[in-house]
């Protein structure tokens, strides 16, 4: 059970803390028995549950995507890779915790394997800089692409970004260029490229490593151009109205299907993936798999051709 | 700038306000603050006595840029209009309908200066013409139509006037100005992003020239994809240049920040930009640029290059008689 109980959550925290108080006294007591009483509160609780994620609303979504407890992309590292080696680095200026990559097997084959990070606890956020990379992230990037090709090795990217770190240093060190390098290495890939977006896809900051052939999304995610706070805080002049901007920007896994930008959505446990993580990252390992199946065979001017189409096929088909 | 230049009788302002002449006849100069006029800055292309380069439309890019300002207007394609059934205070397609107006009224205004009429839907205008001779695509990214936000319309724009430079054999020049993306478009405008850059790669595939002509401001998504990925990017002076804005970054890093911060001559000190030109040497450096680039394409007699009345004497045509010589010599 998480952790943290977002805002929403509350009669569910309720449920459960009354729950875990019975089980307590159930445990300590040979009095008459409250199993009955217990066993009607859970399944109370399992169907608030699933009443209360039935319908999110896309702000509920937002908050669920950057849950603390969702898993991370390190955690999809652990739960679905083996001799992972990590690389440093982007021979340039520095090593940017908030994108890590490296080599990696993948279901019995190699692979280069990058994602954003964003942390788990105060000492690890501030280490990955909550996720948010600087140019040196980007560069890295490129370069662990730069490898895949050499190499003939599929990239699979995990897309966990609020977005690109607005800063001085960054702008200093060209922010913008190192985002546009990245999404053109990426389109220009001789070899197959995967994303998955895992909790939130910020803006430039995430097309940065999404620009691939096939683009999967948890279904709790969000992929977004700018976040609600910010688009409420521009269009709306003011950040509270950022549920308005959440609803009116579609940024849920199914808005994005429906207008082509993402090919699947990865189903997540009941009550979201931070209730059962290994759950929720085994299936997406599933769609990764599949994904990279139905890219297998393809020669290097297939996979480009492809990802052309894909791209520019979005906004052109499907819409009223 | 001290009190006295500030300072206006009584009365001056709402005189000139009532006179029957526009209320445009005077501008201000951003960067002194003096009052310039009107008809003096259209004869230096909107460039103030104190060097500000003003943002200029689509039409007097052209004039500027197309050799005997002279160019074919090129039809962008329809798209979607308001796909995601966008509302903030007002709905997205009557701020649409403001902007088209708004530029249509300055259409009006201008179209008396020269050039056929400019076919612009939303914020890009594309021509096809010759600068100094040699075949060029010019897209013009105009930020009077809603800060020149980045959506399905100027995405679409991008792509064919791209493929038509690669049909054609043309340069591609791209004049970028932009506040980033079009909110209003929600994901769709980010997948202009990538899908441009691969618009980019049509034309470097062809082996064609892509120009970025950075102009005031240009910023967020614009700056992180195309805007970015020139084959050589040359930046009007003092054109604000960034990926997140300078209000955005003080905001998170709660300080002010330098002067010239994310201005072009910042921007080429740092490595992103190669030159930084004075619009009145524009054409001419651009010229220069695709000369080197496009050489079998370049004009065989020789010629003076800019449209602009008075160009400063040191840009051409020097650039360009060097190495004909010197070929002629091999």
Redesign the interface.
């Known amino acids: 059970m998480p952790t943290t109980y977002l805002e929403f959550e509350k009669p569910i925290a309720e449920l459960q803390a009354k729950i875990a108080e019975l089980e307590a006294v159930d445990a300590s007591d040979d009095g008459p028995s409250i199993t009955e009483e217990l066993g009607k509160l859970r399944e109370k609780s399992e169907k608030q549950l699933k009443d209360l994620y039935k319908n999110l609303s896309p702000w509920r979504k937002t908050q669920v995507a950057r849950h603390p407890d969702r898993p991370h992309f390190l955690d999809y590292l652990d739960e679905l890779f083996e001799d992972y080696q990590e690389l440093a680095g982007d021979r340039v200026f520095g090593n940017d915790e908030a994108v890590l990559g490296g080599l990696a097997t993948f279901k019995g084959r190699s692979v280069v394997v990058m994602g954003h990070e964003k942390g788990h606890n105060t000492e690890s956020r501030i280490r990955h800089n909550f996720g948010m990379a600087h140019p040196e992230g980007y560069r890295k990037a490129v370069r662990l692409m730069n490898l895949a090709e050499r190499f003939s090795l599929p990239v699979i990217t995990f897309v966990d970004t609020a977005g690109?770190y607005?800063?001085?240093a960054?702008?200093?060190?060209?922010?913008?260029?190192a985002?546009?390098?990245s999404?053109?290495r990426?389109?220009?890939l001789p070899v197959p490229i995967i994303s998955l977006i895992i909790g939130e896809g910020g803006?430039?900051g995430a097309?940065?490593i999404a620009?691939a052939n096939q683009v999967l999304i948890m279904e709790h995610s969000i992929?977004?151009?700018?976040s609600p706070e910010g688009?409420a805080s521009?269009?709306?002049r003011d950040a509270e109205k950022a549920r308005d901007a959440a609803e009116?920007?579609?940024?849920t896994a199914t808005d994005?299907k429906t207008?082509g930008?993402v090919d699947e959505i990865v189903r997540e446990p009941l009550g979201g993936a931070h209730r059962d993580p290994a759950k929720a990252m085994q299936a997406a390992g599933k769609a990764i798999q599949k994904a990279l199946r139905g890219l297998e065979g393809l020669s290097a001017i297939e996979l480009k051709r492809q990802?052309?189409e894909r791209?520019?096929a979005?906004?052109r088909e499907g819409?009223? | 700038m001290n009190w006295l230049t500030n300072f206006r009788p009584p009365g001056l302002k709402s005189w000139l306000n009532k006179k029957d002449t526009p209320e445009n006849l005077w501008v201000k100069c951003p960067t002194s603050g003096e009052l310039v006029y009107r008809s003096d800055l259209e004869e230096s292309w909107y460039v103030t006595p104190a060097g500000a380069h003003l943002r200029i439309s689509p039409r007097r890019r052209f004039r500027l840029l197309f050799d005997d300002e002279r160019w074919e207007p090129i039809l962008l394609p329809e798209?979607?209009v308001d796909?995601?059934k966008?509302?903030?205070?007002k709905p997205y397609p009557s701020r649409l309908k403001a902007a088209r107006a708004k530029i249509s009224g300055r259409e009006k205004e201008e179209t008396v200066e020269g050039g056929p009429p400019i076919s612009q839907d939303d914020c890009m205008a594309a021509g096809f013409g010759k600068v100094d001779g040699i075949p060029t695509v010019v897209l013009v990214q105009d930020f009077a139509f809603m800060g020149g936000s980045l959506g399905?319309a100027a995405?679409?724009a991008f792509?064919a006037a791209a493929q038509l430079a690669v049909a054609r054999k043309a340069a591609f020049v791209v004049c970028t100005a932009s506040g980033g993306?079009r909110?209003?478009?929600?994901?769709?405008?980010?997948?202009q992003?990538?899908?441009t850059?691969?618009a980019?790669?049509e034309v470097q595939e062809a082996g064609l020239p892509y120009v970025v002509i950075l102009t005031d401001p240009t910023?967020?998504?614009v700056?992180?994809?195309?805007?970015?990925?020139g084959d050589v990017h040359i930046a009007e002076p003092g054109a604000m240049?960034?990926?997140?804005g300078p209000r955005?970054?003080e905001q998170?890093?709660r300080?002010k920040?330098p002067d010239g911060?994310?201005r072009s001559e910042f921007l080429r000190e740092?490595?992103?930009v190669d030159i930084v030109s004075h619009r009145h040497d524009l054409k001419a450096t651009l010229a220069r640029v695709l000369y080197h680039l496009m050489p079998k394409l370049r004009r065989s007699g020789d010629r003076e290059v800019p449209n602009v009345a008075a160009p400063a004497p040191d840009v051409e045509p020097d650039g360009r008689s060097r190495p004909a010589g010197k070929e002629a010599a091999d």
């Not at chain 2, 240049?241 to 997140?244: K, N, P, Y």
Request: proline share 3%.
């Open positions: 690109a607005p800063g001085k960054g702008e200093e060190r060209g922010q913008a260029e985002i546009a390098r999404t053109q990426c389109l220009t803006s430039g097309i940065a620009a992929y977004s151009v700018i688009c521009i269009l709306y009116a920007m579609k940024i994005l207008l930008i990802r052309r791209f520019y979005i906004g819409l009223s | 798209v979607s796909p995601l966008f509302r903030d205070d399905m995405g679409e792509i993306a909110m209003q478009e929600g994901t769709l405008s980010l997948m992003m990538p899908r850059t691969l980019i790669d910023s967020g998504g700056s992180a994809s195309y805007a970015m990925l240049i960034a990926f997140s955005v970054i998170t890093i300080e920040l911060f994310q740092k490595g992103q």
